[in-house]
């Protein structure tokens, strides 16, 4: 392997207070592949955005359910749009993603995200 190789292919190590690009959630890097966060996601979309956009009154997740009829890839896209834009109160980091993840009955999909953040993915 070339020096240039090498060094397109290296991946820093994980940060947990580094900020998620909607396109790294969209096509997120595994050893096994890339996979699509917001269908993992399934019909855990409420609890999710529940969380991460702090909906305590209940009214901003079910209008995003209601503005995307009601499909879970689109509702859970919309979700960490507008988490990523700032609009939530939680805090925009992969800590905070994977944390709200594992609190919405996601360990496995937070587990897998972490273990590949922290690996050296060769894209």
């Not at 392997?1 to 397109?8: G, Q, V």
């Not at 207070?17 to 096994?32: G, H, M, R, Y």
Request: aromatic share 6%.
């Amino acid at each position: 392997m070339t020096a240039a190789k090498a060094a397109h292919n290296f991946k820093p190590p994980f940060e947990e207070d580094a900020k998620p690009a909607l396109s790294e959630l969209v096509e997120f890097p595994t050893a096994s592949g890339n996979i699509d966060v917001t269908t993992k996601v399934g019909m855990k979309y409420e609890k999710l955005g529940t969380l991460l956009l702090g909906d305590t009154d209940g009214v901003v997740v079910p209008t995003i359910i209601f503005e995307c009829q009601q499909k879970a890839d689109k509702i859970t896209l919309e979700i960490l749009r507008r988490w990523l834009s700032g609009k939530g109160r939680q805090p925009v980091t992969w800590k905070t993603l994977t944390g709200c993840m594992r609190s919405s009955g996601l360990p496995e999909l937070a587990s897998l995200m972490e273990k590949s953040l922290r690996d050296i993915v060769d894209f």
